[in-house]
């Protein structure tokens, strides 16, 4: 029989908070960060608990957003936006991976990036 354990990580202060646990469930969230956290923007992959976290923002985690995009361009093969929004973002991590990108550059990405919220997904 396998047992379910996690690691949390959360951020209250200026220093991080680990805690591990028998579940990843929203009691343990819940009983180890019973205020959410507060400002933050948590980053992860939409699971229930992670969703009903007290926080600020919450962000869809890169990989999930990646995986989620293909699987919208490989269900639905002539449909643009995803395709468009998925180069986007490849476009945008490889100028992530230059020294000294140019204002041009990343310019060029928000103004495609803005584009495209501009029209909706066909």
């Known amino acids: ?8 990580l959360g951020r209250q202060t200026s220093l ?19 205020k959410g956290f507060g400002n933050s923007t948590s980053v992860h992959d ?7 976290t007290p926080e600020k ?11 989620r995009l293909t699987y ?3 269900r639905d093969p002539n449909a643009t936006w ?3 929004f998925l180069q986007l973002l490849s476009d945008a991590l490889h100028l992530n991976k230059i020294l000294n990108p140019s204002d041009v550059e990343r310019m060029k990405i928000i103004i495609r990036f803005k584009n ?3 029209q909706p997904p066909d």
């Open 116 to 118: 495209l919220l501009e």
């Open 57 to 67: 923002h919450h962000q869809t985690c890169l990989p999930h957003l990646l995986r």
């Open 72 to 74: 919208l361009n490989q």
């Open 16 to 34: 991080p908070n680990i805690t591990h646990s028998e579940n990843r469930g929203s009691i343990t969230i819940n009983s180890h960060f019973p």
């Open 82 to 84: 995803g395709r468009q």
């Open 1 to 8: 029989m396998a047992i379910s354990t996690g690691f949390g």
């Open 46 to 52: 939409g699971w229930k608990p992670q969703i009903n």
